[in-house]
């Protein structure tokens, strides 16, 4: 059992791979955006190698994981954890566009323990994605809403080299400016969330039922969590 990540398969390039099904999608391994990606990406194909000579294996690619579904917690470091911070320290948020996809992480480990028991799975790749996909501007607004200084839009390019200057959200700054900067935070690819071609075993195998909506509430709880894990830093 190998747990992988979603950003395995590349965002689909609609003027190069509009016609591509997912295994085709997963061969373009030149258009993963980030050496965390590749380097998942290169797992899975020694994994399917040792498929061909008898090795069975199950690959699971989560999408983002976030905090607890009850209290918010989660991993301080990760890409969106960061991105928080770097907006309620600068108490300001960029002007860019995109859609998250993310599963408290108490739901994602029920269900790749589930997932992991059941029979039939050898040999599959299975993508473990929110069946609700929803807008940036939700998290920007739980930002906005949170206590301190008001809170400004920038320029996402005046808003990434801010977070460059100082010491604190400079590690923020270098992981997005590779996805983001060349395109002043819009993106014409279609996201592995979008993509109609790719495959959700939370839809097919858990159940919708199981995965409710993320609610304003809980984004509120998660910046909330990052306000006073900030506070307590100090």
């Known amino acids: 059992h190998y747990v992988s990540t979603i950003a395995a398969l590349p965002p689909r390039d609609p003027r190069a791979a509009a016609g591509l099904d997912e295994e085709a999608l997963f061969e373009r391994w030149q258009d993963l955006r980030s050496g965390y990606a590749q380097s998942k990406w290169v797992s899975?194909?020694?994994l399917r190698a040792g498929s061909a000579r008898g090795l069975p294996f199950a690959v699971y690619r989560p999408t983002h994981i976030s905090g607890d579904s009850a209290t918010a917690a989660g991993n301080d470091r990760d890409t969106w954890s960061l991105f928080v911070d770097a907006c309620l320290r600068h108490r300001c948020?960029?002007?860019?566009?995109?859609?998250?996809?993310w599963l408290p992480v108490d739901w994602m480990s029920a269900f790749l323990v589930e997932l992991s028991l059941r029979d039939g799975l050898d040999g599959r790749s299975l993508n473990l994605l929110h069946p609700h996909s929803f807008p940036l501007q939700r998290l920007l607004d739980a930002i906005a809403a949170s206590d301190?200084?008001?809170?400004?839009?920038?320029?996402?390019?005046?808003?990434?080299?801010?977070?460059?200057?100082?010491p604190a959200t400079a590690d923020v700054?270098?992981?997005l400016a590779a996805e983001l900067a060349d395109s002043g935070g819009r993106n014409d690819t279609i996201s592995v969330f979008e993509d109609e071609r790719i495959g959700n075993a939370v839809t097919e195998l858990i159940g919708m039922q199981r995965c409710p909506p993320l609610d304003d509430a809980l984004l509120r709880a998660y910046v909330e969590h990052r306000r006073r894990a900030l506070i307590g830093a100090r």
Not at 94 to 99: A, L, N
């Open 44 to 46: 899975e194909r020694l």
């Open 173 to 175: 700054a270098a992981i």
């Open 93 to 101: 948020v960029p002007d860019i566009e995109d859609i998250l996809n």
């Open 148 to 166: 301190g200084a008001p809170v400004r839009r920038l320029d996402y390019r005046d808003w990434l080299a801010r977070c460059a200057r100082a």
